[in-house]
C-alpha cells in the first residue's frame, strides 16, 4: 500500500519541521539570531492513467487522468532576516546594524565571516574584537589611552584621548550585504560564511544607500516570535499526528485483508 511509505515521508518531514521550530525557540535570547522556516516540495506522482491520452478508437481525450502521489520532501531551511528588535544596554561597544548589512569578521583560518551580533570587545592589543575574540574587519585599533570611545551612525569610531581635547577618528567600520541573504552558510557562534548561492559581499559604509546604520551602546535581539512558532508548533505535532493515523489505518486495512478466508 502506498499509503505506508507516504505517511512515512509525511512524519519524516513533520519531524524535520519541529526541529527547525526548535532551533529557533532555543535561539529566542541569541543576539542577532534570524529565524528559519522549513520548506517542503511534494514527491514524484504515479500516472495510472496520463492526462491526454486517447481514450477511444474515435479521438475522444481523458480530460484529467489518475496521478498518485508519493508523498512530501524536505526543499529548504531558509533564513528570514527580517530586522529584529534593538534592545538599549549602554555598553559603549555594543553595536547594533538598524537595517541590512552584516559585520565582517576575521577568523582564526584567515577565511571571513559575517555576523549581526555585535557585542564587541577589545584585545589585549586593542584591536575590536567580537565575543570570541575574532577581530572586526577593517580592522580598527582603540589607543590604551582613550577615556571614551563613540561610534556614529556612519560607523566612524571615535575617541577621547586623556590630555587631549580634540577626539580622534581611529577607524571606519564597514557592513556586507549579500543579493542573497539566504543563501548564507551558518556555522554556529552568530557566524555566517559566503557562498555561491549568496553572492559575492558588497562592502560600505553603515548609512550607505542600502545598507543600516550603527546604533552604539544596543543590540539587536533575535527575531524569533514566540507565539508564531509556539503555533507552528502546534500544528507540525498535529499533521505529525495524522500522519501516525494514515499508517495506523492502512496497517488495519492490511490486517483486514490478511484475515481474508
Known amino acids: 500500500m502506498r499509503s505506508l511509505n507516504i505517511a512515512a515521508t509525511g512524519m519524516l518531514a513533520q519531524q524535520l ?14 543576539t542577532g539570531f534570524k529565524r528559519q522556516r522549513a520548506e517542503f516540495h511534494d514527491l514524484l506522482y504515479q500516472n495510472l492513467l496520463r492526462a491526454g491520452t486517447s481514450s477511444s478508437d474515435t479521438g475522444t481525450v481523458v480530460p484529467s487522468g489518475i496521478q498518485v502521489g508519493l508523498g512530501v520532501k524536505p526543499a529548504a531551511t531558509y533564513r528570514v532576516t527580517e530586522q529584529g528588535n534593538l534592545s538599549i544596554t549602554e555598553n559603549e561597544l555594543d553595536l547594533a546594524i538598524n537595517g541590512k548589512g552584516y559585520f ?5 583560518s584567515g577565511e571571513t565571516a ?16 567580537t565575543a570570541n575574540g575574532f577581530v572586526i574587519q577593517p580592522g580598527i585599533t582603540i589607543p590604551d589611552d582613550a577615556v571614551a570611545i563613540t561610534v556614529n551612525a556612519q560607523g566612524e569610531v571615535i575617541v577621547a584621548l586623556d590630555g587631549q581635547t580634540a577626539p580622534s577618528n581611529v577607524g ?21 560564511l559566503e557562498t555561491r548561492a549568496s553572492g559575492a559581499a558588497s562592502l560600505a559604509a553603515p548609512g550607505s544607500n542600502g545598507y543600516g546604520s550603527i546604533q ?8 524569533v516570535n514566540i507565539v508564531a512558532e509556539i503555533t507552528n508548533l502546534i ?22 485483508v490478511n484475515q481474508l478466508r
Open 172 to 192: 571606519q567600520l564597514q557592513l556586507a550585504n549579500f543579493a542573497n541573504e539566504a543563501g548564507l552558510q551558518a556555522i554556529g557562534n552568530n557566524m555566517l
Open 114 to 129: 559575517y555576523t549581526r551580533a555585535g557585542a564587541m570587545g577589545r584585545s589585549a592589543d586593542g584591536d575590536l574584537v
Open 104 to 108: 565582517a569578521v576575521e577568523l582564526p
Open 17 to 30: 519541521n519541529v526541529e527547525v521550530i526548535s532551533n529557533n525557540i532555543a535561539n529566542i535570547n541569541t
Open 235 to 256: 500544528t507540525a505535532q498535529r499533521a505529525y499526528e495524522m500522519n501516525s493515523k494514515v499508517i495506523q489505518a492502512s496497517d488495519e486495512m492490511m490486517s483486514s
Open 216 to 223: 552604539q551602546g544596543a543590540l539587536e535581539t533575535s527575531n
